[in-house]
């Protein structure tokens, strides 16, 4: 990308150095030389050609704060505003997607916790009452869908006589 149609009026060495500042979103001058960039492109693909689309996301609220500052209305922060939200948004969703399954870790455990549970000749029920928690905690714990606290596999080791858990 041809970065000199962005910063007209500046000379070779000075364009060279922006275009180093540009690449190092830590700098202290990246937010006023990025916002002299977005003040004057509307093309996301030029942007994203520079940085990428997570560092945008990372450095916008600098760049923001300093754009406010400087400039009180701008339509050209609003729509970049506007792609920092999309992108933040389809961050959520493709964690999201990722979100309702049950890491592996959590089954191996339900399932260590349930088979010592059967070798005591316990209900679910039966444990729930000594551990002080419902029946349907119990159920969801030994089928892995159930996030607990270190306290709680504590509590449950030591009712169920559980001495190593094996994390692989």
Not at 54 to 66: L, T
Request: hydrophobic fraction near 40%.
């Amino acid at each position: 990308m041809n970065i000199s149609k962005y910063f007209w009026g500046i000379n070779e060495n000075a364009l060279k150095e922006t275009i180093r500042i540009l690449k190092d979103s830590g700098h202290p001058r990246f937010p006023v030389k990025m916002v002299i960039f977005l003040s004057r492109c509307d093309r996301p693909a030029e942007l994203f050609s520079l940085i990428s689309k997570d560092k945008f996301v990372q450095a916008w609220p600098k760049i923001r704060a300093y754009w406010i500052k400087h400039a009180r209305q701008s339509d050209f922060r609003d729509w970049w505003e506007t792609i920092y939200e999309q992108l933040v948004e389809a961050d959520k969703v493709k964690h999201k997607k990722t979100a309702g399954t049950q890491p592996d870790l959590f089954r191996k455990l339900g399932a260590l916790i349930k088979e010592a549970r059967i070798k005591k000749g316990l209900s679910q029920k039966q444990l729930a009452l000594r551990i002080g928690m419902k029946q349907p905690d119990i159920s969801r714990v030994e089928e892995g869908r159930k996030n607990i606290t270190l306290y709680t596999i504590m509590r449950l080791c030591r009712i169920l006589e559980i001495k190593r858990i094996d994390v692989e």
